[in-house]
């Protein structure tokens, strides 16, 4: 029986990775029958960082993924999506996500703690029988024959199954081995923090995610668990010369990056009490990803930046259309990964275009910043869906159809 779960129940895939793709990714073959064995290199499964947003089609992944009620629970809904100007802190444009979005999409708009999110996959991951977890295990090298495929760790350990799936991030190893480009530092650092209800500024406590758009850098805010503490992200133009990385980041260059902003946003600058920094990086999008019995997912395969607020979104349809495409195919791991990357990368892609689009519209100056905030006035609600709907419209049930969001 082809598509059926008999097929797969002997089938063993390695998943490189144990963040919300590499678990996504877990749940979402084990769910077909598939072994699993999940490699991470950090001591313990976990995450890292602040707040994340979850569009309509996040939920829509969660879902088909059986996840749908956990992320729920701890998400907070909100009410609006707002774009501010940071330097006379003007309103630009705001999108209604209450009930009209949730008619539209079918799905609410929501922010999330990234370890939340993570969580509420893990929890299923390891209530599952078929996932096995090993931590404290760095993949370094792949080889992949017509019977299989054996991805060998630090420790020279080789660990065998009939496919691989690289979920390991922007330096992903098996990305590596099979494609061998570079990131693209783009030169923007972003740094993340959290802060307690009670040290945000009372009139910065909105139930939406604001964005305020200033020359070369923005500000970013919203409410996490149950508007209980504020994630709170800035981003600015570089003046160094980056590589790609997380460290501790420092108030002092903060405030460097941001001479004439506004009072209101600038005033949540001196909030937190340590920063994370990142130096970002994306990559260009490529034909292929899929060699053999092996592919990547999520930041491997297609990482952005974040100005679009879709990566983690982008690496759950990742997971539910690879679960698709391995059902569709009966296990068979080397049509399923034509299948699944033929469906994706087109996708990912204009994701990732559009991202970059945004991060210059965000940190328009002189000129460009007037027609940027000329370019949504007198928009109605139904105008802002309509834009939306390639993005947030995805469902699970067309994703394996490559034009399905057009």
């Not at 072994?35 to 991470?40: C, G, H, N, Q």
């Not at 693209?184 to 972003?190: D, M, S």
Request: aromatic share 8%; hydrophobic share 45%.
């Amino acid at each position: 029986m082809r598509g059926g779960i008999m097929n797969t129940q002997q089938r063993k895939v390695i998943i490189v990775g144990g963040g919300i793709g590499g678990l996504a990714a877990a749940l979402a073959l084990a769910r077909q029958g598939v072994r699993i064995e999940l490699l991470e290199q950090a001591e313990k499964i976990g995450e890292i960082g602040a707040g994340i947003q979850l569009a309509a089609n996040a939920f829509a992944a969660l879902d088909a993924l059986g996840v749908g009620d956990a992320a729920r629970n701890r998400s907070v809904f909100t009410d609006q999506l707002k774009l501010m100007d940071a330097i006379d802190a003007k309103e630009i444009a705001v999108v209604d996500v209450g009930d009209a979005y949730r008619a539209r999409f079918g799905n609410p708009y929501a922010v999330i703690h990234r370890a939340d999110i993570h969580l509420s996959i893990l929890e299923a991951v390891q209530d599952h029988p078929l996932i096995q977890f090993r931590t404290a295990t760095r993949v370094e090298r792949l080889e992949q024959d017509a019977q299989g495929v054996t991805v060998i760790d630090q420790h020279g350990e080789r660990h065998t199954a009939d496919a691989v799936v690289g979920c390991d991030g922007v330096k992903s190893a098996i990305r590596h081995a099979l494609i061998g480009d570079e990131p693209r530092v783009t030169g923007h650092v972003v740094y993340r923090a959290v802060v307690d209800v009670e040290n945000m500024p009372a009139d910065l406590q909105v139930n939406a995610p604001v964005v305020w758009a200033g020359p070369h850098c923005h500000l970013v805010h919203y409410p996490l668990r149950g508007g209980q503490q504020y994630n709170l992200v800035v981003t600015f133009h570089s003046r160094e010369t980056e590589t790609w990385g997380v460290r501790e980041g420092s108030k002092a260059e903060v405030l460097s990056y941001f001479d004439g902003i506004h009072p209101l946003p600038h005033q949540m600058l001196d909030r937190p009490t340590s920063w994370k920094r990142w130096a970002t990086a994306d990559r260009d999008p490529v034909e292929q990803w899929s060699f053999g019995r092996a592919t990547i997912l999520g930041d491997a395969a297609h990482p952005m930046t974040q100005y679009v607020a879709q990566g983690a979104c982008q690496a759950l349809e990742d997971a539910v259309a690879l679960g698709a495409a391995v059902a569709k195919t009966g296990g068979d791991f080397e049509a399923a990964f034509q299948l699944y990357e033929q469906a994706r990368i087109p996708r990912t892609a204009r994701v990732l275009f559009a991202a970059r689009d945004m991060g210059r519209i965000y940190h328009a100056k002189g000129v460009e910043r007037l027609v940027r905030n000329s370019l949504w006035v007198g928009r109605t609600q139904t105008q802002f869906y309509d834009a939306l709907q390639w993005l947030h419209g995805w469902r699970a049930e067309n994703c394996l159809n490559p034009v399905s969001w057009l």
